[in-house]
């Protein structure tokens, strides 16, 4: 896609940017895309936040599920 003014990358594009998995052949015209597009930069910036906020959702599910997995209580035994 042409990293002019006019043309935008689709936020798919931007959120494997934002994860780390373009090539740096693929992420260059993406930077200078930054450089020039405000509307770009917007939508990169949220979609780094909701990457941020799903990691954290998922490490304390994962915490919370740890803390549960213990039993809670155990049987009584009524004589």
Not at 67 to 78: C, E, F, Y
Request: hydrophobic letters at 45%; proline letters at 3%; glycine letters at 2%.
């Amino acid at each position: 896609m042409n990293a002019g003014f006019d043309l935008h990358f689709s936020a798919e594009v931007w959120e494997e940017f934002a994860l780390g998995r373009q090539s740096e052949e693929d992420c260059r015209p993406l930077e200078e895309h930054l450089l020039i597009c405000a509307a770009c930069q917007d939508l990169l910036a949220a979609t780094d936040e909701y990457i941020r906020v799903a990691k954290a959702a998922t490490a304390l599910s994962a915490s919370t599920a740890k803390r549960w997995s213990k039993p809670v209580a155990t049987a009584a035994t009524v004589a």
